[in-house]
């Protein structure tokens, strides 16, 4: 009897051997997946004894393009851009559309004091400060050992 792997990610039709591969190749190049990729903006998320600190990478964007908002125990981040482009020559006329947009969604530890969070934009980095509430900050103190 002979074992054979099963991959399901590589389904070609018995009609059509190598069809899905066509389109494997020009989806998974490199262009369409930095493209893909690039949409969503890498987060760093830290915690110390005080506060949580969220800093979003979101460079080329101005304070004025974020929306900032907490509704229950979720903070949403996110952000919508568009511009036009319009050029008009001789014969010719080309416009150009660009648009993008992120949302950003994270779960709020109950220990965050959401009613005191902070905001900051600098340098391309969005950064959010979640202090955490006087019953949840760790408290440290020296034990005797006897």
Known sequence: MTLVKFNPEKKNSALLPGFNDIFESVLGDTYFSDRRISSLPAVNISESSEEYQIELAAPGLKKEDFKV??????????????????????????????????????????????????????????????????????VSRQIAIS
């Open 69 to 138: 908002s907490v509704e229950g125990e979720t903070l949403t981040v996110s952000t919508e851009q568009r511009s036009e482009n319009s050029v008009a020559e001789k014969n010719y006329n080309r416009r150009e559309f660009s648009y993008s947009s992120f949302t950003r969604v994270f779960t709020l530890p109950e220990s965050a004091d959401v009613d005191r969070i902070l905001a900051s934009y600098c340098d391309g980095v969005l950064k959010l400060t979640l202090p955490k509430k006087e019953e949840a900050k760790a």
